[in-house]
């Protein structure tokens, strides 16, 4: 199926591996030209490398202002236009909730829902102006049920997810549609790092913890970044024009919701 995005242009929030990158690669795939975004400099020479000359890279940290600032600039300077935004950060640290300080949870809304917020209103201007504009915002199943582990996650994912629903519903008749992905259990490193926290099984290495959490799931197996990404691309397609304000589970049947 051609999704008809070849020419268009993405910037993907922390992209240089995991979801992300996964996301990254469908999009280049598909012909778009694509500005990844990490803090580590090897890693994103290395994405880069793997995706090929359609895609370029800008270090940078998303959890500071003045960061997301001089990333949007440069990729702006680099595709002409930003048609595609990709909201992506790392996971804020594990743990208890009576472990979190009220600092731990002020950079923990920066990361997570200003870093999302920011850039999609440096964003959404150039998108409306053109009608057309995909926003996807890589959230987790955190947002959906209470996931061991995670307070951080589990407190402040749903009000991104708020947030955006309201957006999709206020752009809705430009061209622009915004929709969030919330993945479950998948094959990458931040999976690796949480795992003894969300199986609540913090005595297990992380390798046994994943086998754990895997052999929970209906599917007794990981999803692939591959998986992941093509949702991304599908939903950033033409065919998914009237798909909005959605926040759309990809988990393998882990979480048993009836809605």
């Known amino acids: 199926m051609d999704f008809g995005i070849a020419g268009k242009t993405a910037l993907l929030l922390s992209s240089t591996r995991g979801l992300g990158f996964g996301c990254a690669a469908a999009l280049v795939a598909e012909g778009v030209r694509v500005v990844i975004n990490g803090r ?14 359609k895609a370029h890279f800008v270090q940078a940290d998303v959890s500071q202002p003045a960061e997301r600032a001089r990333l949007f600039e440069e990729a702006r300077a680099h595709l002409g236009t930003i048609s595609i935004l990709v909201t992506n950060v790392d996971g804020p640290p594990p743990g ?3 472990s979190k300080s009220n600092e731990d949870w002020r950079a923990a809304f920066e990361l997570i829902m200003l870093s999302a917020l920011d850039m999609v209103q440096r964003c959404l201007p150039e998108m409306t102006e053109h009608r057309y504009g995909r ?3 890589i959230s987790s199943i955190s947002a959906k049920e209470i996931t061991t582990g995670t307070p951080l996650s589990n407190g402040i994912k749903p009000g991104l997810l708020g947030a955006l629903g309201t957006l999709a ?8 549609t915004v929709n969030s992905i919330l ?14 926290h969300t199986t609540g099984r913090e005595d297990l290495s992380p390798e046994e913890a994943v086998q754990l959490q ?5 599917m007794k197996r990981l999803g692939t970044i591959e998986e992941f990404g093509a949702l991304c691309a599908f939903l950033c397609s033409r065919q998914a024009a009237y798909i909005t304000g959605q926040s759309i589970v990809i988990d393998g049947g882990h979480v048993p919701a009836l809605l």
């Open 169 to 176: 519903r206020e752009v809705g008749a430009t061209g622009v």
């Open 214 to 218: 895997t052999e929970r799931g209906p």
């Open 40 to 53: 580590n400099k090897e890693r994103g020479i290395d994405a880069i490398s793997r995706l090929g000359g």
């Open 96 to 98: 208890t909730f009576v």
């Open 183 to 196: 993945p479950g259990p998948f094959d990458t490193d931040l999976m690796r790092r949480f795992a003894p």
């Open 135 to 137: 926003i996807v915002n």
